[in-house]
């Protein structure tokens, strides 16, 4: 028997938006959209009549924006959610706030041109709504308990891990579905003695600051978005910017970055594969490389390849995860010396700044 194919129900005000989508979404052979919808209010009649299996949502809708109508559905029905911005200072925040509501995706709305700009985000898009089919959706229940203030988490006893006997100058993340939760809920457990942190989160390039600004805000340390030339140092984190490869050099000083719009590495660029690769390389047995929870395969051998050159290694734990895609990679590749949840990955970095547990 053939396998399902992926139903999704489009919602959004612009029918320029939904023929396109439809036309995107209807290419993939994995794909099926059930119906479409120009607000949000049709679109509650349509998830009945459609049972979807993924939504894209637009944000800016008449009668009901996409953040109250994602709110009210993530606290009622909860379900896979790809929403749809456009790029600007006010969207991108907005985008932020529905990935905090419980969102996986956002895919780049153009202000002008929307036929062809979406179509310029093919693969992107469907790689995105096939993503958001495979994740684990919270409750709202788990949400609000996830909602901890910075520093009252109650972390793995440090007993309970190995000791590293070379403390880390560099620490890398790699992340994607499900990655900004995660890293939130990681980074604002950090205290400033924390070793120098690089961040790739497959997000597209609209959005990169605005995330980097929402971590600082939660955060100890300090988070923003990575110039070319910026030197890593303890209680500073470096995320990459969503259209450019991040990579790490050194010379005499110490650590630096060097950010290139090089050619897609597993599709992706930011890859995460790419930044792993040159940790390796410059950081070696100083350095740690944690994957965390995404769909596919990138920074599986990127943190093979740290392994290989004396780094400690760390997946995330299946349960935890929304997509245990990358991670699961990484396990059957033999890249990882512990698998943790984040609680615990919490504790491995506190352990590196010595702070008192």
Known sequence: ??????????????????????????????????????????????????????????????????????????????MPVVMVSAYTTEGSETAMKALELGALEIIEKPRIDVSTGLQDLALQITD??????????????????????PGARICSPAANLPQITNKP?????????????????????????????????????????????????????????????????PGLALLSPGDQHLELRSDAYGYFVELNSGSLVNRHRPSIDVLFDSVAQYAGIDSMGILLTGMGSDGARGLLRMRQKGAWTIAQEESSCVVYGMPRVAVELSATREILTPEQIITRLQLLSHKNL
Do not use: W, Y
């Open 1 to 78: 028997m053939l396998p399902s194919k992926i139903r999704v129900l489009i919602i959004d005000d612009s029918a320029i938006a939904r023929n396109t989508l439809s036309r995107i979404l209807e290419s993939d052979p994995e794909i099926q959209v059930v119906g479409t919808a120009p607000d949000a209010l049709i679109g509650l009649r349509k998830i009945n009549e459609c049972l979807p299996d993924v939504l894209t949502l637009d944000v800016e809708m008449p009668k009901m924006d996409g953040l109250t109508f994602l709110d009210r559905l993530m606290s009622s029905k909860p």
């Open 128 to 149: 995105k709504v096939k993503a958001a089919a495979q994740a684990k959706i919270k409750t709202p229940q788990q949400r609000f308990h996830q909602q901890v203030s």
């Open 169 to 233: 100058k560099v620490v890398a993340f790699g992340a994607s579905t499900g990655g900004t939760d995660s890293l939130r809920e990681i980074l604002a457990e950090l205290s400033l003695e924390t070793p120098g942190i690089l961040i790739v989160q497959h997000m597209p390039k609209a959005f990169t600051t605005s995330f980097a600004k929402n971590l600082d805000r939660v955060s100890k340390i300090r988070v923003k978005e990575a110039v070319s030339g910026d030197r890593l140092e």
